[in-house]
């Protein structure tokens, strides 16, 4: 059941997309995925309105990334506005001017800080502050907490511990698997459709956690209910489904107040859900290879 297969980069053993989704409790991993990422972001204005876009959400985790792959030594590992728009380049997903407005608003915020490098005074490095940190833990737990259903909790233990430690090396294993990153979000149209747009995903995974609680691919809609729990505007969330039924990811019923979340629909998120799971079992993995050779 769920083959590993070897990775020859990072030197260890994981589990591919194909057999997570091919695993027998591959549903109760979605459900937890769902529920762990509604309740990261909840009902939390700020939050939702700062994070829930593609952009935002990737320059958030790849500053932290950056910071944690931070080598004195080696200038392109610095975590610099600079270098933190080369990381971001094969994401595809915002203009040089459009990170540093990101990277602005999160300075703004206190989740990032920039500093004076010690070693350049004509450079200042991002580091992430203990806010961020914190949200980011409670990211990695949601994203964890799928697997260790399917694979059981001793192997991401330290994960779903806050365990710093591992954060902060899993963080930099992730440096070196940014290419693989945005391919999950570069092969899934689909997803990237709810990723581009204001808290779209969260629209995306209200629908579908409501299918999976009333046992029918058909749901009331109610507009407003929507815009209220995902901090955005009824207009907003109109265009987005009119854009995804569209697409045919969702068929809606104006008369009736209803929406179906079609099959296209649900495979997209689930090759989503799967290819995040896969990434995180390697880099996580990388990361406790590396904490073991250090104990």
């Given at each position: 059941?769920?083959?590993?297969?070897?990775?020859?980069?990072?030197?260890?053993?994981?589990?591919?997309?194909?057999?997570?989704?091919?695993?027998?409790?591959?549903?109760?991993?979605?459900?937890?995925?769902?529920?762990?990422?509604?309740?990261?972001?909840?009902?939390?204005?700020?939050?939702?309105?700062?994070?829930?876009?593609?952009?935002?959400?990737?320059?958030?985790?790849?500053?932290?990334?950056?910071?944690?792959?931070?080598?004195?030594?080696?200038r392109?590992?610095?975590?610099?506005?600079?270098?933190?728009?080369?990381?971001?380049?094969?994401?595809?997903?915002?203009?040089?001017?459009?990170?540093?407005?990101?990277?602005?608003?999160?300075?703004?915020?206190?989740?990032?800080?920039?500093?004076?490098?010690?070693?350049?005074?004509?450079?200042?490095?991002?580091?992430?502050?203990?806010?961020?940190?914190?949200?980011?833990?409670?990211?990695?737990?949601?994203?964890?907490?799928?697997?260790?259903?399917?694979?059981?909790?001793d192997?991401?233990?330290?994960?779903?511990?806050?365990?710093?430690?591992?954060?902060?090396v899993?963080?930099?294993?992730?440096?070196?698997?940014?290419?693989?990153?945005a391919?999950?979000?570069?092969?899934?149209?689909d997803?990237?459709?709810?990723?581009?747009?204001?808290?779209?995903i969260?629209?995306l995974?209200?629908?579908?956690?409501?299918?999976?609680?009333?046992?029918?691919?058909t749901v009331?809609l109610?507009?407003?209910?929507?815009?209220?729990?995902?901090?955005?505007?009824?207009?907003?969330?109109?265009?987005?489904?009119?854009?995804?039924?569209?697409?045919?990811?969702?068929?809606?019923?104006?008369?009736?107040?209803?929406?179906?979340?079609?099959?296209r629909?649900?495979?997209?998120?689930?090759?989503?859900?799967?290819?995040?799971?896969?990434?995180?079992?390697?880099?996580?993995?990388?990361a406790?290879?590396?904490?073991?050779?250090?104990?």
């Amino acid at each position: 059941m769920c083959e590993e297969v070897y990775d020859s980069h990072f030197q260890v053993k994981y589990r591919t997309a194909a057999s997570i989704l091919a695993h027998p409790e591959y549903s109760k991993a979605r459900v937890a995925y769902l529920n762990g990422v509604l309740a990261l972001y909840g009902d939390d204005v700020f939050l939702n309105r700062l994070l829930l876009e593609g952009a935002r959400t990737v320059i958030f985790a790849v500053a932290i990334c950056l910071d944690a792959g931070f080598r004195e030594e080696d200038r392109d590992t610095w975590p610099t506005i600079s270098n933190l728009k080369k990381a971001l380049a094969p994401f595809g997903l915002a203009s040089p001017r459009r990170i540093e407005q990101v990277v602005s608003r999160l300075i703004q915020t206190g989740y990032l800080e920039s500093r004076v490098s010690p070693h350049d005074a004509r450079v200042r490095l991002l580091a992430p502050t203990p806010k961020m940190l914190a949200h980011d833990q409670e990211w990695l737990i949601s994203h964890y907490r799928p697997l260790a259903i399917l694979f059981g909790e001793d192997r991401y233990a330290r994960a779903l511990g806050r365990d710093p430690a591992f954060q902060r090396v899993q963080r930099g294993v992730a440096c070196d698997f940014f290419v693989q990153s945005a391919m999950v979000l570069l092969r899934n149209p689909d997803i990237m459709l709810f990723l581009a747009r204001d808290a779209g995903i969260l629209v995306l995974l209200r629908l579908v956690s409501a299918t999976l609680v009333s046992g029918s691919a058909t749901v009331s809609l109610s507009l407003a209910d929507l815009a209220r729990s995902c901090s955005i505007s009824r207009t907003h969330v109109r265009q987005l489904l009119n854009d995804a039924q569209a697409q045919g990811l969702v068929q809606i019923s104006q008369a009736a107040r209803q929406i179906t979340i079609l099959p296209r629909a649900l495979q997209s998120l689930d090759q989503f859900i799967a290819d995040g799971m896969s990434n995180h079992d390697l880099t996580g993995a990388a990361a406790m290879r590396v904490l073991e050779a250090a104990a």
